[in-house]
T-cell receptor, first 114, second 114 residues
Framework: AQTVTQSQPEMSVQEAETVTLSCTYD???????LFWYKQPPSRQMILVIR??????QNATENRFSVNFQKAAKSFSLKISDSQLGDAAMYFC???????????FGKGTKLSVIP | DTAVSQTPKYLVTQMGNDKSIKCEQN?????MYWYKQDSKKFLKIMFS???????INETVPNRFSPKSPDKAHLNLHINSLELGDSAVYFC?????????????FGPGTRLTVT
């Protein structure tokens, strides 16, 4: 069984600033992946970044990076140089090798202030 | 080119009716999914098909029946609609059902039951 917890229902950031969204998870799987998906007001879910649990190096995609703390079961998303287009719901998700499915957190609504 | 498409985008219907939502992907993926997103934005897996075979069947009322005529299509039929079925339904696809593959989501179908 997997659970994903996002403790920040809403956050805001000034344009060009940096923001970190928190996520903790629990899983009984030894092989798993973690994801951050973005859902803008258009509703379309888009993958932002993914991390394989076996990899110690934190994943990075342009302005998006993660801080993966395996022992603490923490997987936070850092957005640098925030842009207006980053305003969206952000969902943290986990997927275990034996589960064949994504388990999502409840999401964090990010607002970007011009 | 649309990767994952759903029809219709909006569906308003009365309690007790039967309705279908269609999903098609042109990515050549093997695996397709249906998710339900409730009014609080919580996203939960309903079904998953791999090569037309059902591999995930979460605790969903029997009134919901998925059908996969081929690998590129996964339709969702809902009988005897209830008020609680009002939600946004997302179709998604991935290259494989194995762990770690990105899921590509459709634009969602907002179902409103009155």
């Amino acid at each position: 069984a997997q659970t994903v917890t996002q403790s920040q229902p809403e956050m805001s950031v000034q344009e060009a600033e940096t923001v970190t969204l928190s996520c903790t998870y629990d899983t009984s799987e030894s092989d798993y992946y973690l994801f951050w998906y973005k859902q803008p007001p258009s509703r379309q879910m888009i993958l932002v970044i993914r991390q394989e649990a076996y990899k110690q190096q934190n994943a990075t995609e342009n302005r998006f990076s993660v801080n993966f703390q395996k022992a603490a079961k923490s997987f936070s998303l850092k957005i640098s140089d925030s842009q207006l287009g980053d305003a969206a719901m952000y969902f943290c998700a986990s997927e275990g090798a034996g589960s064949y499915q994504l388990t999502f957190g409840k999401g964090t609504k990010l607002s970007v202030i011009p | 080119d649309t990767a994952v498409s759903q029809t219709p985008k909006y569906l308003v219907t009365q309690m007790g009716n039967d309705k279908s939502i269609k999903c098609e992907q042109n990515l050549g993926h093997d695996t397709m999914y249906w998710y339900k997103q409730d009014s609080k934005k919580f996203l939960k897996i309903m079904f998953s098909y791999n090569n037309k075979e059902l591999i995930i069947n979460e605790t969903v009322p029997n009134r919901f029946s998925p059908k996969s005529p081929d690998k590129a299509h996964l339709n969702l039929h809902i009988n005897s609609l209830e008020l609680g079925d009002s939600a946004v339904y997302f179709c998604a696809s991935s290259l494989s059902h194995r762990v770690g593959y990105e899921q590509y989501f459709g634009p969602g179908t907002r179902l409103t039951v009155t």
